[in-house]
């Protein structure tokens, strides 16, 4: 499975930005697709998740009331709408799939992932 996601770039605090992560490689049927981020000297943290079938979604607090997380599942393709951007948002953003599914009913942790995207920069300028 390969995931690209694409979408970032250069915004201003309050602007919006629309991450995208098309799935290929082999027939999709992934357990929960994620999106995480990681700032500059920062570990990699947990932003978004949605469980692929159902279309659940959880969303870590730092984002809640922002972000959006969605799905287009005829295209296996993931979306993380992003509005009312603040600096302290500035990270690469990865999309992941949780494959095979981890146990956890919504999988925020990193190791719970089997496949990962390659990262689209974000940067919120002041």
């Known amino acids: 499975v390969q995931l690209q996601a694409s979408g970032g770039g250069l915004v201003q605090a309050g602007d919006s930005l629309r991450l995208s992560c098309a799935a290929s490689?082999?027939?999709?049927?992934?357990?929960?697709m994620g999106w995480f981020r990681q700032a500059p000297g920062k570990e990699r943290e947990f932003v978004a998740v949605?469980?692929?079938?159902?279309?659940?979604?959880y969303y870590a607090d730092s984002v809640k009331g922002r972000f959006t997380i969605s799905r287009d599942n005829a295209k296996n393709t993931v979306y993380l709408q992003m509005n009312s951007l603040k600096p302290e948002d500035t990270a690469v953003y990865y999309c992941?799939?949780?494959?095979?599914?981890?146990?956890?009913?919504?999988?925020?942790?990193?190791?719970?992932?089997?496949?990962w995207g390659q990262g689209t920069l974000v940067t919120v300028s002041s």
């Open positions: 490689g082999r027939s999709f049927s992934t357990y929960a």
């Open positions: 992941a799939a949780d494959w095979s599914s981890s146990g956890s009913y919504y999988p925020t942790s990193s190791y719970e992932y089997d496949f």
């Open positions: 949605i469980r692929w079938i159902a279309g659940n979604t």
